[in-house]
C-alpha cells in the first residue's frame, strides 16, 4: 500500500477533532454561561497545539516517517486542508509509482537538500515550484510550495525517509528523483559541497550504487571525464566497451520507463537521455569511433 493512502486517514481524523473542538468551544458551562475570553483562547491554543501532534502521530503510524512529516504539516495548516490536495490512492494493479507520490517523495527530500547547507535559496524554491506548477496547475504548485515551507521547518530523518521510497518507489524513478534532487542543487548555477553530499547520502539509501549518483551528478558538474562518468564507464574503456555501455545506459535511461509519471517528468527524462547521446557522440568523436 502507498504510504500516501495515510494522509485521507490523517485529514479525515484531525478535520473531525478540529470540528469536534469548534462545537466544544460554543457550548455552555455546567453554571450556563459561555466561555469567557480568555477560555476560548486557550482552547484555541489548545486545538492548534494537538492538530499539529495528533497529525504527525496518525501519520507516522499509519505512513511511515513521510506520513508522520506530512500529519503534522497538514496539522500545522489545516486551513488549508479541505481542498484534499494529497488525498491519492496508489496504483494497485500496475504497483507502480504514482505522480503523486513521486512529488510528495521529492518534496519532503528537497527540503532534505535545500536545508543541507544552512540555507534555502529563492531558485531553489522556484525551481520547485516551476516543477510542480507544470506537472499539476498553478493552484496546486502554490499550495506544494507553501507545504514546502513548512516541510523546511521539520526535522527530516533522511534514512527513515528514503528507506521508505526505496520501498514504494521503483527503480527508473529513484533514478528520475535522484536527477531533480541535483536540479534543486544547481538551480543557482553553483555547486554546493553539502548539498551534493546530501545528495549523495540520500543515494546510497535510496538503494543506488555509486556509480549510478556519479553518472548522474556528471550531467551537472563537469570535469575532464564528466562523458565517461555519465556512461558510467572510465577513459581507459575500449571502443567495444563504450559502445556496450552507451546500449546498457540507453536502457536504463530510457523515458518510456518513466511514462507513468506524467508529461514533465518524461521531459525531464527526455532531457537525460539527451545528455547521455551527447556524452556518447564526444567520446566518439574524440577517439574517431564510427
Given at each position: 500500500?502507498?504510504?500516501?493512502?495515510?494522509?485521507?486517514?490523517?485529514?479525515?481524523?484531525?478535520?473531525?477533532?478540529?470540528?469536534?473542538?469548534?462545537?466544544?468551544?460554543?457550548?455552555?458551562?455546567?453554571?450556563?454561561?459561555?466561555?469567557?475570553?480568555?477560555?476560548?483562547?486557550?482552547?484555541?491554543?489548545?486545538?492548534?497545539?494537538?492538530?499539529?501532534?495528533?497529525?504527525?502521530?496518525?501519520?507516522?503510524?499509519?505512513?511511515?516517517?513521510?506520513?508522520?512529516?506530512?500529519?503534522?504539516?497538514?496539522?500545522?495548516?489545516?486551513?488549508?486542508?479541505?481542498?484534499?490536495?494529497?488525498?491519492?490512492?496508489?496504483?494497485?494493479?500496475?504497483?507502480?509509482?504514482?505522480?503523486?507520490?513521486?512529488?510528495?517523495?521529492?518534496?519532503?527530500?528537497?527540503?532534505?537538500?535545500?536545508?543541507?547547507?544552512?540555507?534555502?535559496?529563492?531558485?531553489?524554491?522556484?525551481?520547485?515550484?516551476?516543477?510542480?506548477?507544470?506537472?499539476?496547475?498553478?493552484?496546486?504548485?502554490?499550495?506544494?510550495?507553501?507545504?514546502?515551507?513548512?516541510?523546511?521547518?521539520?526535522?527530516?530523518?533522511?534514512?527513515?525517509?528514503?528507506?521508505?521510497?526505496?520501498?514504494?518507489?521503483?527503480?527508473?524513478?529513484?533514478?528520475?528523483?535522484?536527477?531533480?534532487?541535483?536540479?534543486?542543487?544547481?538551480?543557482?548555477?553553483?555547486?554546493?559541497?553539502?548539498?551534493?553530499?546530501?545528495?549523495?547520502?540520500?543515494?546510497?539509501?535510496?538503494?543506488?550504487?555509486?556509480?549510478?549518483?556519479?553518472?548522474?551528478?556528471?550531467?551537472?558538474?563537469?570535469?575532464?571525464?564528466?562523458?565517461?562518468?555519465?556512461?558510467?564507464?572510465?577513459?581507459?574503456?575500449?571502443?567495444?566497451?563504450?559502445?556496450?555501455?552507451?546500449?546498457?545506459?540507453?536502457?536504463?535511461?530510457?523515458?518510456?520507463?518513466?511514462?507513468?509519471?506524467?508529461?514533465?517528468?518524461i521531459k525531464a527524462a527526455k532531457e537525460k537521455f539527451?545528455?547521455?547521446?551527447?556524452?556518447?557522440?564526444?567520446?566518439?568523436?574524440?577517439?574517431?569511433?564510427?
Amino acid at each position: 500500500m502507498s504510504y500516501i493512502l495515510t494522509t485521507v486517514v490523517v485529514i479525515i481524523i484531525i478535520y473531525f477533532f478540529m470540528n469536534y473542538g469548534k462545537s466544544s468551544s460554543r457550548k455552555k458551562t455546567s453554571n450556563g454561561h459561555p466561555y469567557d475570553n480568555d477560555e476560548k483562547s486557550t482552547h484555541s491554543k489548545r486545538k492548534s497545539s494537538y492538530g499539529k501532534w495528533i497529525g504527525g502521530g496518525l501519520g507516522w503510524a499509519f505512513g511511515g516517517p513521510i506520513g508522520g512529516i506530512l500529519g503534522f504539516v497538514f496539522g500545522s495548516m489545516f486551513d488549508g486542508m479541505q481542498s484534499g490536495t494529497y488525498a491519492y490512492k496508489p496504483d494497485q494493479e500496475t504497483g507502480k509509482t504514482q505522480a503523486t507520490d513521486f512529488s510528495v517523495s521529492l518534496l519532503v527530500l528537497a527540503a532534505a537538500v535545500m536545508k543541507a547547507d544552512g540555507k534555502v535559496l529563492k531558485s531553489e524554491l522556484d525551481f520547485v515550484k516551476r516543477f510542480f506548477n507544470t506537472q499539476f496547475g498553478e493552484e496546486i504548485a502554490n499550495r506544494n510550495i507553501s507545504m514546502l515551507r513548512e516541510v523546511l521547518k521539520q526535522d527530516i530523518n533522511v534514512y527513515d525517509v528514503s528507506i521508505q521510497i526505496k520501498q514504494y518507489m521503483e527503480y527508473a524513478s529513484r533514478l528520475q528523483l535522484l536527477h531533480f534532487l541535483f536540479g534543486i542543487a544547481m538551480a543557482d548555477g553553483k555547486t554546493h559541497e553539502r548539498e551534493v553530499n546530501m545528495i549523495s547520502s540520500i543515494s546510497g539509501f535510496l538503494g543506488l550504487d555509486s556509480s549510478e549518483f556519479n553518472s548522474i551528478k556528471a550531467m551537472f558538474v563537469k570535469d575532464s571525464t564528466s562523458a565517461y562518468k555519465i556512461l558510467e564507464t572510465t577513459p581507459d574503456a575500449s571502443d567495444d566497451e563504450i559502445k556496450k555501455a552507451y546500449r546498457k545506459m540507453a536502457v536504463k535511461y530510457h523515458p518510456d520507463k518513466v511514462s507513468h509519471l506524467g508529461e514533465d517528468i518524461i521531459k525531464a527524462a527526455k532531457e537525460k537521455f539527451q545528455k547521455l547521446s551527447t556524452a556518447y557522440n564526444q567520446i566518439k568523436k574524440e577517439r574517431g569511433i564510427a
